[in-house]
């Protein structure tokens, strides 16, 4: 079977190859196995220091996962983005909170297409390898994900910055080994490499309704060089560029966990519908129910193509505003798919549904976050507007 | 139809334009893809029970 979605230009191809299926299958395997939903609400209750497990991260390091896309050069596999995506779909399906979005997302992301030689070599095999945490500080308060309307600045002087801002949202700032920050120099924004651990830097932990782990970065005149700005002194001119293009790829690939997110609730919510009795029937026998699944069912299958064509561009395209269409058009799809199935999984599990016990509850948790995660829909959808000349 | 506002309301005469008057041709027309060819409960139907494995109902 060859199913292929045209995009103007050439035909993506959304079929898995050999190769991916194998890998999808072993991953599925794997988060079955280790990652039981469940840990969450322990995760939760234990308030554990981490929110997450290490011992999971270094398998998944062990699993090649956490280097796949990255280059040979810096111990990764050199596989494509397709791949990675593969892979955090079926990540999505148990709701993972393992730092894959800061790390693998943002940070890889941001340093495979803006970091200089050096910054690479310094931070992609620690990452490959399961050893350093790296996320992206973007986000302020009012902004609503602009990547632009921030106000955190660094103040140059000669070839020395001081970095002053407040960053809300920063994916796994508690853990991080390097924080990415932007911030505008001279009304630019610009990408620093900035350690946690540096004077005048603060984090603060917070917790999260869909229990992923985030946390507030207070930067107060924060001395940094050349060599702390990402792509190095040169990285000033195209800072602004390199953050758009970091965050389509978390849309896209926050997009491919959605997926295997939607794709698990809704499994278990048909299993639950031909399980259940009501009225001496099981409550998948009744249509009203029935046509409320199969309307589901269409929504997932469109946003399935969205997502695997979104993720295919990121590797065929050289045009980062084709990659920026589908990235809007991959993240508004599938949040709304999303919620839609969560919503609907939590109605068709009826009064069970609600209770902490049940895991479904989780999906909606994480579904409402999704929503507004890496821009507002309203936001991407004027984008894709845009983009596309209307 | 919806962007369109008035103009999207034609159906003969000199304010419309052919294209304005295509618009409200092709809406009416497509109230009878959800019909044709099994209707689009059919077809929930149908994914209902083949795909999704939904039991029958009394």
């Known amino acids: 079977m060859s199913v292929v979605v045209s995009n103007g230009q050439e035909t993506l191809r959304l079929v898995l190859d050999e190769e991916q299926l194998m890998l999808r299958s072993t991953a599925r395997q794997f988060v079955d196995q280790h990652a039981p939903v469940g840990r969450l609400r322990t995760l939760r209750d234990t308030r554990d220091e981490r929110g997450f497990s290490d011992d999971l991260?270094?398998?998944?390091?062990?699993?090649?996962?956490?280097?796949?896309?990255?280059?040979?050069a810096h111990d990764g596999l050199g596989l494509g983005f397709f791949d990675l995506a593969v892979v955090l779909e079926q990540c999505g399906r148990r709701l993972m909170p393992e730092p894959l979005v800061s790390t693998l997302l943002l940070g890889a992301q941001a340093l495979l297409l803006g970091g200089s030689e050096a910054q690479q070599a310094a931070w992609l095999p620690g990452i490959a390898g399961g050893e350093k945490l790296v996320t992206l500080a973007f986000d302020e308060l009012g902004a609503r994900g602009n990547a632009h309307a921030g106000l955190a600045t660094a103040k140059r002087?000669?070839?020395?910055?001081?970095?002053?801002?407040?960053?809300?949202?920063?994916?796994?700032?508690?853990?991080?080994?390097?924080?990415?920050?932007?911030?505008?120099?001279n009304g630019r924004v610009a990408i620093f490499l900035v350690d946690p651990t540096r004077k005048g830097v603060t984090v603060t932990r917070h917790v999260a309704l869909d229990l992923r782990n985030a946390g507030t970065v207070m930067l107060d005149s924060v001395q940094l060089g050349a060599d702390d700005v990402l792509g190095g002194l040169d990285g000033l001119a195209f800072g602004a560029a390199v953050l758009e293009q970091v965050l389509d790829r978390a849309r896209i690939g926050l997009a491919a966990e959605m997926l295997g997110a939607m794709e698990q609730a809704f499994e278990d919510t048909i299993a639950y519908l031909k399980e259940r009795v009501q009225f001496d029937r099981p409550l998948g026998s009744f249509q009203a129910l029935q046509h409320r699944a199969a309307r589901l069912y269409t929504s997932i299958a469109l946003a399935r193509s969205a997502v695997l064509a979104a993720a295919r561009t990121v590797d065929t395209s050289r045009d980062p505003r084709e990659v920026a269409k589908f990235a809007a058009l991959a993240k508004v799809r599938a949040s709304e798919a999303f919620y839609d199935v969560a919503r609907e999984a939590i109605q068709m599990h009826g009064g069970i549904g609600m209770t902490d016990e049940h895991d479904i509850g989780f999906y909606l948790k994480r579904a409402q976050t999704t929503l507004v995660s890496f821009g507002t829909n309203d936001a991407l959808r004027a984008r894709w507007a845009e983009l596309n000349g209307y | 139809m919806a962007l369109a506002g008035a103009a999207g309301l034609g159906w003969e005469g000199d304010a419309f334009d052919d294209e304005d008057l295509a618009y409200t041709r092709e809406w009416l027309r497509s109230r009878a893809n959800t019909i044709e060819g099994g209707s689009s409960e059919i077809q929930l139907n149908i994914i209902a029970k083949q795909v999704l494995g939904l039991p029958e109902g009394k």
Do not use: C, N, Y
């Open chain 1, 57 to 72: 991260w270094r398998e998944m390091a062990g699993l090649g996962w956490l280097g796949l896309q990255l280059p040979e």
């Open chain 1, 157 to 185: 002087t000669g070839d020395t910055f001081v970095l002053s801002g407040t960053k809300v949202g920063v994916l796994d700032a508690h853990v991080a080994d390097l924080i990415l920050v932007s911030a505008k120099v």
